[in-house]
């Protein structure tokens, strides 16, 4: 038994705490585990496929804007799957087992994180913790049909967790732009955001049945001596008198 394969569980109770941070971490211990005792093709297939699917799906999730606000569940998760893998070992050393199990302990902690999380991408780092443990066992085993359909299994989960993510969290640079230009537009002073008689779209629009009034040029000052322009001319006969 190697050190990487006891690490697996303990990495994948790190998962069940934390989410999709520790994923890759897990997935590097697990294709570790699965080398360290030899190299053939089988456990040459496996280990590239559980970097994939433990490195591909966060990488993708680094486009997009996550909601941390979305898992409110209380921190005994955890532990209640620390609580199930020790009574699984002790299971196992009482039927016998000569090694030990790090696959199932690894499935068991997937299987609780997507229980008891409510956040879809919890799920999803907990389904795919899950597909770790079984091409775990399935490696330790030796069982070339069990590693086949946790493959396809761990395509079919990353595909329909990627679309879902495409759909639902709007992209990082999308949300980047569209606060540049709200920085900018606040920015300009309110004179300048008008063209010509109409208004730009986050100005405000006039209430129904109002007209703008067209500004009245500026009046000229009136004289101070008076309307002298306005009087008659003196006659020529006052003039000559």
Same mark, same amino acid.
């Given at each position: 038994?190697?050190?990487?394969?006891?690490?697996?569980?303990?990495?994948?109770?790190?998962?069940?705490?934390?989410?999709?941070?520790?994923?890759?971490?897990?997935?590097?211990?697990?294709?570790?585990?699965?080398?360290?005792?030899?190299?053939?093709?089988?456990?040459?297939?496996?280990?590239?496929?559980?970097?994939?699917?433990?490195?591909?799906?966060?990488?993708?999730?680094?486009?997009?804007?996550?909601?941390?606000?979305?898992?409110?569940?209380?921190?005994?998760?955890?532990?209640?799957?620390?609580?199930?893998?020790?009574?699984?070992?002790?299971?196992?050393?009482?039927?016998?087992?000569?090694?030990?199990?790090?696959?199932?302990?690894?499935?068991?902690?997937? +299987?609780?994180? #997507?229980?008891?999380? =409510?956040? $879809?991408?919890?799920?999803? *780092?907990? @389904?795919?913790? !899950?597909?770790?443990? %079984?091409? +775990?066992?399935? #490696?330790?085993?030796? =069982?070339? $049909?069990?590693?086949?359909? *946790?493959? @396809?299994?761990? !395509?079919?989960?990353? %595909?329909?967790?990627?679309?879902?993510?495409?759909?639902?969290?709007?992209?990082?640079?999308?949300?980047?732009?569209?606060?540049?230009?709200?920085?900018?537009?606040?920015?300009?002073?309110?004179?300048?955001?008008?063209?010509?008689?109409?208004?730009?779209?986050?100005?405000?629009?006039?209430?129904?049945?109002?007209?703008?009034?067209?500004?009245?040029?500026?009046?000229?000052?009136?004289?101070?001596?008076?309307?002298?322009?306005?009087?008659?001319?003196?006659?020529?006969?006052?003039?000559?008198?």
């Amino acid at each position: 038994m190697t050190l990487a394969a006891i690490l697996a569980p303990l990495l994948a109770l790190c998962v069940v705490a934390r989410g999709m941070g520790f994923l890759p971490v897990l997935g590097g211990a697990t294709a570790a585990a699965m080398l360290v005792d030899g190299v053939a093709s089988l456990q040459e297939t496996a280990a590239a496929f559980v970097l994939l699917f433990s490195i591909g799906p966060v990488w993708f999730l680094s486009y997009y804007q996550q909601d941390r606000g979305q898992e409110r569940s209380g921190p005994t998760v955890p532990f209640f799957a620390l609580g199930l893998m020790v009574v699984l070992l002790l299971a196992s050393a009482r039927s016998g087992a000569p090694q030990f199990p790090a696959g199932l302990c690894v499935v068991l902690a997937g +299987l609780v994180a #997507v229980t008891y999380r =409510q956040a $879809m991408i919890w799920q999803w *780092a907990g @389904l795919l913790t !899950c597909i770790n443990g %079984v091409m +775990l066992a399935g #490696v330790i085993e030796k =069982q070339v $049909m069990v590693v086949g359909v *946790a493959v @396809l299994a761990g !395509c079919v989960i990353s %595909v329909l967790g990627g679309l879902y993510v495409h759909r639902v969290m709007p992209r990082v640079a999308v949300v980047r732009a569209s606060g540049r230009k709200d920085a900018d537009r606040k920015s300009k002073p309110a004179e300048k955001r008008f063209r010509g008689e109409a208004p730009l779209p986050s100005d405000p629009v006039p209430a129904f049945g109002t007209t703008r009034l067209a500004e009245e040029p500026p009046r000229a000052p009136a004289d101070e001596e008076g309307n002298e322009t306005d009087k008659p001319a003196p006659k020529a006969e006052d003039d000559l008198a």
